[in-house]
């Protein structure tokens, strides 16, 4: 879901979003900022680059600390998260 969808479908701050795809970073940035801080986003993407420069250094740079990005198949879901 990215920030626009997310904005028109109600996307309001607390929620927990599962964002599939990282590309550059900009819907996940949009997206932690429209949860705020008692929300939180998740980031997959199954290529290694775009989660972790430059999205990752770009979030972190800009304050957003309620935004992770992980190198995964986001169909397995993430192991560490996982009950």
């Not at 949009?30 to 939180?40: I, P």
């Amino acid at each position: 879901m990215d920030a626009f969808t997310c904005s028109d479908n109600g996307c309001t701050r607390g929620l927990h979003v599962a964002e599939y795809g990282t590309g550059s970073g900009c819907s996940g940035g949009l997206t932690s900022q429209l949860v705020g801080s008692d929300g939180e986003v998740t980031s997959f993407d199954i290529e290694y680059y775009p989660t972790r420069w430059p999205t990752s250094s770009i979030h972190h740079e800009r304050g957003l600390e309620n935004i992770r990005c992980h190198t995964t198949d986001g169909t397995e879901g993430l192991r560490e998260r996982t009950p």
